[in-house]
């Protein structure tokens, strides 16, 4: 099989386990060949690390050698260079968010699928088997009829282990559009699509300081976020996120992901890892610890990417197919809108629901 070629764009804080994974577990489909950044000094460190080529961003979106264009740099690049690659034929697998505004992701989309190309998005964690391992038992119906969902993301902010954490505060970022997708990407493949979502949102300490440097700026986003997710099968989901502990030593009591079934409970592992512990009660039983399934459980992000161009090798649909990545995006922005309108937002754009990733594919 032909390997993907691909270039990475953004050389920042996150590549290395790109670079990492592309040029290590999944180098039997994917062939790094070059990377870009906006510094070229970041570009030549990394191609010279990982044995790549450095190129500057134009000459890599004019490279027809290069099928994709893997995106990690921060949310205010990624639309337009999201929109690039896909003009230039390219295939695009993005980190999170896949752009800032709604209509900008839906364009990308619209792009996408005119000109027959994949448009992916991280997070892949819930390709993992922590949460995978979760689906199974929903498949298996150990907890009978979903009833209803509570997620928890409560933290300090980037602020406190980001060396340049300003693009988590400025529009496109704040936590529901940076964590927000590993909990709602994890919740739309066990419980399916969203229908309608509803949020408040709060800013209740916009002045921040980044711990290594002492330096202070002010956030333009808010960083409270309650949310209430009516899923199309019914099922009512509740989300909050939020960057407003004041220190590191403070830990929330709460769930990361907990699902109420009518017949148990299910403590799921956090979505921001591949890994994790899965808890399962029935009935009156106590909770219990379930082995995890067959799969991914250490940091293997990129398994998204590796994952679509396998399957389109096989002639099959990519587990993060175009709809999917499109549907995170509508839920992510929808929260935002409904936050700032002070409105019950319906989801325009559904998903087909998941079934459960198969790693040995
Ligand atoms: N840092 C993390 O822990 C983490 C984890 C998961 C996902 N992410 C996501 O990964 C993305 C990047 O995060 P990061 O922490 O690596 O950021 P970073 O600031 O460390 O790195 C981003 C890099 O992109 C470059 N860049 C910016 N605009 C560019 C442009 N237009 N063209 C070319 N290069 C450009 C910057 O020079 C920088 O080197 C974000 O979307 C973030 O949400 C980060």
């Given at each position: 099989m032909d390997k993907l070629r691909v270039g990475i764009i953004g050389c920042g804080m996150i590549s290395d386990i790109y670079f990492k994974n592309f040029t290590g577990p999944f180098s039997n489909l994917i062939e790094v060949v070059s990377c870009a950044n906006r510094s070229k000094e970041k570009a030549d460190l990394k191609a010279k690390q990982y044995h790549v080529k450095s190129q500057t961003v134009e000459e890599m979106m004019n490279d027809?050698?290069?099928?994709?264009i893997v995106n990690l740099t921060p949310p205010e690049a990624h639309y337009s260079l999201n929109k690039e690659a896909l003009l230039k034929g390219k295939w695009v697998y993005t980190e999170?968010?896949?752009?800032?505004k709604s209509e900008e992701g839906k364009e990308l989309y619209k792009i996408a699928k005119e000109k027959g190309l994949y448009l992916g998005s991280a997070?892949?964690?819930?390709?993992?088997a922590g949460i995978q391992t979760v689906k199974s038992l929903i498949q298996k119906n150990?907890?009978?009829?979903?009833?209803g969902i509570q997620a928890n993301m409560l933290s300090v902010g980037p602020e406190f282990f980001h060396?340049?954490?300003?693009f988590f505060y400025k529009?496109?970022?704040g936590p529901i559009l940076d964590m927000g997708p590993y909990y709602l990407a994890a919740l739309v493949c066990l419980?399916?699509?969203?229908?309608e979502v509803s949020s408040f949102a709060s800013s209740p300490f916009p002045d921040r300081t980044?711990?290594?440097?002492?330096e202070t700026f002010r956030s333009e986003v808010d960083t409270y976020f309650a949310s209430l997710l009516r899923f199309a099968n019914g099922v009512i989901g509740q989300l909050t996120v939020s960057w407003?502990?004041?220190?590191?030593?403070w830990e929330s009591k709460l769930p990361l992901i907990e699902i109420l079934g009518s017949q148990g409970q299910i403590v799921v592992?956090?979505?921001?890892?591949?890994g994790g512990k899965v808890l399962l009660r029935h009935g009156r039983e106590e909770f219990k610890e379930v082995p995890l399934i067959e799969?991914?459980?250490?940091?293997?992000?990129g398994l998204g990417l590796e994952e679509a161009y396998r399957a389109f090798q096989n002639k099959k649909g990519p587990y993060i197919s175009n709809e999917f990545t499109l549907h995170v995006f509508e839920v992510l922005s929808g929260i935002v809108q409904s936050s700032k309108e002070k409105k019950v937002v319906e989801i325009e754009d559904s998903c087909p629901v998941l079934d459960l990733f198969d790693p040995r594919f």
């Amino acid at each position: 099989m032909d390997k993907l070629r691909v270039g990475i764009i953004g050389c920042g804080m996150i590549s290395d386990i790109y670079f990492k994974n592309f040029t290590g577990p999944f180098s039997n489909l994917i062939e790094v060949v070059s990377c870009a950044n906006r510094s070229k000094e970041k570009a030549d460190l990394k191609a010279k690390q990982y044995h790549v080529k450095s190129q500057t961003v134009e000459e890599m979106m004019n490279d027809s050698s290069i099928a994709c264009i893997v995106n990690l740099t921060p949310p205010e690049a990624h639309y337009s260079l999201n929109k690039e690659a896909l003009l230039k034929g390219k295939w695009v697998y993005t980190e999170k968010p896949l752009a800032v505004k709604s209509e900008e992701g839906k364009e990308l989309y619209k792009i996408a699928k005119e000109k027959g190309l994949y448009l992916g998005s991280a997070p892949d964690t819930f390709l993992g088997a922590g949460i995978q391992t979760v689906k199974s038992l929903i498949q298996k119906n150990e907890i009978g009829k979903i009833i209803g969902i509570q997620a928890n993301m409560l933290s300090v902010g980037p602020e406190f282990f980001h060396p340049n954490p300003l693009f988590f505060y400025k529009e496109g970022g704040g936590p529901i559009l940076d964590m927000g997708p590993y909990y709602l990407a994890a919740l739309v493949c066990l419980a399916g699509p969203i229908k309608e979502v509803s949020s408040f949102a709060s800013s209740p300490f916009p002045d921040r300081t980044i711990l290594k440097t002492g330096e202070t700026f002010r956030s333009e986003v808010d960083t409270y976020f309650a949310s209430l997710l009516r899923f199309a099968n019914g099922v009512i989901g509740q989300l909050t996120v939020s960057w407003d502990f004041r220190f590191p030593s403070w830990e929330s009591k709460l769930p990361l992901i907990e699902i109420l079934g009518s017949q148990g409970q299910i403590v799921v592992p956090d979505p921001n890892t591949f890994g994790g512990k899965v808890l399962l009660r029935h009935g009156r039983e106590e909770f219990k610890e379930v082995p995890l399934i067959e799969g991914f459980s250490i940091d293997s992000r990129g398994l998204g990417l590796e994952e679509a161009y396998r399957a389109f090798q096989n002639k099959k649909g990519p587990y993060i197919s175009n709809e999917f990545t499109l549907h995170v995006f509508e839920v992510l922005s929808g929260i935002v809108q409904s936050s700032k309108e002070k409105k019950v937002v319906e989801i325009e754009d559904s998903c087909p629901v998941l079934d459960l990733f198969d790693p040995r594919f």
